[in-house]
């Protein structure tokens, strides 16, 4: 399968554990993105990263939430101290070069984080 | 503000009817994309298509068809002679300079295809 990979496809934690959710890019992709779906609502853009760089997290929680995408191995969204709020679908996606407008992203099968 | 508006929230038909999936989209920039995504009940996103705002063409794939308007600032999705397997949310997304690297999503539209 050469496609986005994302797991767990499932997370289950309890208030103020920690919920690492992680991705691996399309082969040959180097761009990752992270996004976020809250019932019933599209997807909001969390954060862009190179390897070993974020380039943009605008879109990231001032507190709590951190991303890499280190040199070897997959990006890895990092979610402390959870709360029932951070319960949603967390999208990876990867494109292949620039980040550019014109870029395709695309998706893996989402991880589905439950607080409980 | 919302950037991208699917005004329908859920649709309903019978199989073999031919829907139409609005989505209107609003940018300041003149150089922009546009993307339509799928998400079936098993819960992944899969891209269908991508259009930059230089082609107004339409563009049509088999049972998919897609209308593009910059006077209206619309690019409509439609779906030909529907099957059960098209039952998914499909998302309208905008790529413009002036949101960085994000893709701005409209909140779906929830297509059930009934047999």
């Known amino acids: 399968n050469a496609g986005v990979m994302q797991n767990p496809r499932h997370l289950v934690r309890r208030r103020g554990q920690e919920a690492r959710l992680r991705c691996s890019p399309m082969?040959?992709?180097?761009?990752v993105y992270w996004y976020r779906q809250l019932p019933e609502e599209g997807l909001k853009f969390m954060v862009y990263l190179q390897k070993e760089n974020i380039i943009d997290e605008s879109g990231m929680p001032k507190e709590r939430f951190s991303a890499e995408f280190p040199k070897e191995g997959p990006s890895i969204l990092r979610i402390q101290q959870v709360v029932r709020g951070d319960s949603a679908a967390y999208f990876c996606?990867?494109?292949?070069?620039?980040?550019?407008?014109?870029?395709?992203?695309?998706f893996g099968p989402g991880t589905r984080l439950l607080v409980l | 503000a919302q950037k991208v508006t699917q005004a329908q929230t859920e649709i309903s038909v019978v199989e073999k009817e031919d829907v139409t999936l609005d989505c209107v989209y609003e940018t300041r920039d003149t150089t922009y994309y546009l993307f339509w995504y799928k998400q079936p009940p098993s819960g992944e996103l899969v891209f269908l298509i991508r259009?930059?705002?230089?082609?107004?063409q339409n563009e049509i794939s088999g049972r998919y068809s897609w209308n593009f308007q910059k006077s209206t600032s619309s690019f409509n999705f439609t779906i030909t002679a529907s099957q059960v397997v098209d039952s998914a949310v499909y998302f309208c997304?905008?790529?413009?300079?002036?949101?960085?690297?994000?893709?701005?999503f409209g909140k779906g539209t929830s297509l059930l295809v009934t047999p």
């Open positions: 082969k040959g992709h180097s761009h």
């Open positions: 259009r930059n705002s230089f082609d107004e």
């Open positions: 997304a905008l790529s413009e300079m002036y949101s960085g690297y994000a893709l701005n």
């Open positions: 996606a990867s494109s292949q070069t620039s980040g550019g407008l014109e870029e395709t992203q695309y």
